[in-house]
Every structure is written in C-alpha cells, then in structure tokens.
C-alpha cells in the first residue's frame, strides 16, 4: 500500500505569505505527528493527533503555526505570516495507534525556504 | 532536562568495514529508544527498537543496537558496512510519562559515508 505522501515537496514563499502544507497519512493510521527539521539538525515535534482530536500542540513555536486534522485523515500544517526562520524541512509521521509500540512511518517531507 | 547526544556528528568508513555509531540519553528512567535513517531524498525509516528485554536488539539491514542501562546508550553497529548504508543516522526516544504524547525527542544526527 501507499506509504505517507506530503505535498507540495518544496515551496518557496515570500516573507509575510501564508503556506499551507499537506500531509497523507497511511490508510487506517489513527495518530499524526508534524515534526519540523532544520538544516542539520534532528526532527523536532510540533504537534500530535490521534484521529481528529490534537491531543498535544506544545511544540508549534508560535500562534502562526495551526494544524488540523478534521476527518481524522489527512492533515494540514498552516504557517501564517512565515518568516526567514520558518525555513526547515517539515515532516508528516502516521503510525497505526497510539503507542510507541506502533511504529511512526515519516513522510518524504515538505522543504520550506522562505525568501 | 530529557534529551539524546550523539557525540559523532560525521563518520567515514571504508566498504566492508565495521561501524559503531554512538547514542546516549538523559532520562530518568528507561525509555523506548529508536535509531532511524534518512536518506537523502527520502522519508526517515526505522531501523530497530528497544522497548523491554533483551538489550541487543536486532534491526532490518543487518543493523544491531545494545542498550546498556549503566552507561545510559544504546550504540548501533554494523558488523559490514556496504555503500548503500551512507545516510544520516538518528538516535531518538519516546518518553512514556508524557501522557497523551507520543512524540519522539531526537539527536543531531550522525551522517555516515563510505568509501570504496
């Protein structure tokens, strides 16, 4: 089956714009991670669904940052007014259930330059 | 404060050579620990995991990791390393206390290359 797809795969925007970033979990996935990766450096976590309900946004940086996932399914990451340092790549993790014994499967990634 | 060192953060082995790459944790009890690989292009991908039992644990490309409580690592080896295994290398760990999280706390990362 399908794995995790993200799209767009790169996007560049202007200081200022808002961006929208698209996450496909694999079918039947009740929990969703965002992570954030800067240029040399580990993943960070953002934020955690398990279906609809985000049970955890401590790590958004700020209140520009706003993920949903409303049908349980596919998930958007919106990032308004983006500055030079939203730059980072953004991965989508979808794992079975909510446990670690469920392994999280990652995204290929969105890559985020803001100009 | 939690968190995972990886002390190395660029290796270079020779094809056929064996590789340890190095992981430690700061946490106040055993978590459930991860090593991932990202290869350039690609989405990360497990390569094995410790949740309970025996510390040697056995992953997919012929990868290996001990868990060692007293020294709080959980190092990866690979007995003969091919081509293919260059890629960035990361250590992470789930904290089970965390709730309703399941998010997982990562290091830098090792990237790994390998010569002919």
């Known amino acids: 089956g399908a794995g995790v797809s993200q799209s767009p795969r790169y996007k560049v925007a202007k200081r200022g714009q808002d961006v929208a970033l698209r996450c496909d979990p694999i079918s039947g996935h009740v929990s969703l991670f965002w992570y954030q990766q800067a240029l040399g450096q580990g993943p960070e976590f953002l934020t955690y669904f398990q279906n609809e309900a985000q049970l955890d946004k401590s790590g958004l940086p700020s209140d520009r940052f706003f993920a949903e996932r409303p049908e349980g399914s596919v998930s958007t990451l919106k990032i308004q007014r983006t500055q030079q340092e939203d730059s980072a790549v953004y991965l989508c993790a979808s794992s079975l259930a909510g446990s670690y014994y469920y392994e999280q499967y990652f995204g290929p990634g969105t890559r985020l330059t803001v100009t | 404060a939690q968190s995972v060192t990886q002390p190395d953060i660029h290796i270079t082995v020779s094809e056929g050579a064996s590789l340890e790459l190095r992981c430690n944790y700061s946490?106040?009890?055993?978590?459930?620990l991860f090593w991932y690989v990202q290869s350039p292009g690609q989405g990360l991908q497990l390569l094995l995991k410790y949740f309970s039992g025996d510390t040697l644990v056995q992953g997919i490309k012929g990868f290996e990791a001990e868990f060692k409580r007293s020294q709080s690592s959980f190092n990866l080896r690979k007995p003969s390393v091919h081509w293919s295994d260059a890629a960035e290398y990361f250590c992470a760990f789930g904290d089970d206390n965390a709730g309703n999280n399941r998010k997982l706390i990562w290091g830098l990362g090792t990237s790994l290359a390998v010569n002919p």
């Open positions: 946490y106040g009890a055993t978590p459930y």
